[in-house]
C-alpha cells in the first residue's frame, strides 16, 4: 500500500513513500501528498535537516526557525540568496543543490561533471554546488538535457533528490515507473545518507538501488 493516495502512479512513488515512513516527508493532513506542489526554502531545509538528524523546532517565532537558524549559521544559504524574511518563499532548483551539497559537505565538482543544455542559465554562486551535485551523482536533470535552475521545486522532486542522496550505488529504473531516462546519470550516487535521524540504517528496510527518476 501507498503512503498517500494521489502517488499511487507516480514514478516518485517509492522515494515518496520510504521518506514518509521515517517521517522526513509528511502528507496534507487529508491523506495526499501532494506531489506537484511547491516547496519554500523552509521547508526544504527541514527535509534536509531531519535527514542529518538536526534539530528542528519553532524558534524566532517561525515554525521552521531553529533548522533555519542552522542553515544560515553554517552557510546552506546565505542573506544573498534568500533574506531571513524571505524564507517562506519557493525554493528554486538550483537553490536547493546549494543547500544540500553544502549541508551534506560534498566534494567538489568540475565543469565537465555538470554538462546540462541550459547550464550558461545556471547563477554563478550556484555552479560550484551544482558541479558537486552532479560529480556525486545526485543531480542527472531532465530527459532534454535541461536543468532548469530558476524553476521551483516540487515535493515529488525534493523527495527524490533526497533519497537519491541515501541511495546505494546501484540505480536502476522501477518498472512501470513510465518515465525512463533517455541517459544514465554520469557518476554512480554516493552514500551521504544512510540513515534515518533515529539511527535506522535505511537499506535494512528496503533495497535503495530499486529506485531513481530522471527528472531532477
Known amino acids: 500500500d501507498r503512503s498517500f493516495r494521489d502517488t499511487e502512479e507516480s514514478p516518485y512513488a517509492l522515494a515518496i513513500d520510504l521518506l514518509a515512513t521515517y517521517g522526513l516527508l509528511s502528507g496534507s493532513g487529508d491523506g495526499t501528498f ?13 527535509i534536509v535537516a531531519r535527514c542529518l538528524g538536526v534539530e528542528t523546532g519553532e524558534e524566532y517565532g517561525h515554525w521552521a ?3 533555519m537558524g542552522r542553515a544560515y549559521d553554517e552557510g546552506w544559504l546565505g ?29 567538489p565538482g568540475t565543469a565537465e561533471d555538470m ?32 536543468f532548469r535552475p530558476q524553476a521551483i521545486l516540487t515535493r515529488a522532486q525534493a523527495a527524490t533528490l533526497i533519497y537519491r542522496a541515501s541511495a546505494s550505488a546501484e540505480v536502476e529504473t522501477p518498472d512501470g515507473s513510465g518515465e525512463e531516462p533517455e541517459e544514465e546519470p554520469a557518476n554512480e550516487p554516493s552514500s ?13 528496510s528496503t533495497r535503495l538501488g530499486d529506485y531513481d527518476n530522471g527528472n531532477f
Not at 91 to 104: F, G, H, N, Q
Not at 121 to 135: Q, R
Open 192 to 204: 551521504v545518507i544512510d540513515a534515518a535521524p533515529d539511527g535506522t540504517p535505511f537499506s535494512s
Open 65 to 67: 526557525g531553529r533548522q
Open 34 to 46: 501532494q506531489p506537484d506542489r511547491e516547496v519554500s526554502i523552509a521547508e526544504f531545509v527541514t
Open 115 to 146: 554538462d546540462f543544455t541550459d547550464s550558461a542559465d545556471i547563477g554563478g554562486n550556484y555552479v560550484p554546488h551544482v558541479e558537486a551535485m552532479c560529480a556525486a551523482g545526485l543531480l542527472s536533470g531532465f530527459e532534454d538535457g535541461s
Open 79 to 107: 542573506e544573498e540568496d534568500a533574506a531571513w524574511t524571505e524564507f517562506n518563499s519557493p525554493v528554486t532548483r538550483e537553490l536547493a543543490s546549494k543547500i544540500l551539497a553544502t549541508a551534506l559537505d560534498l566534494e
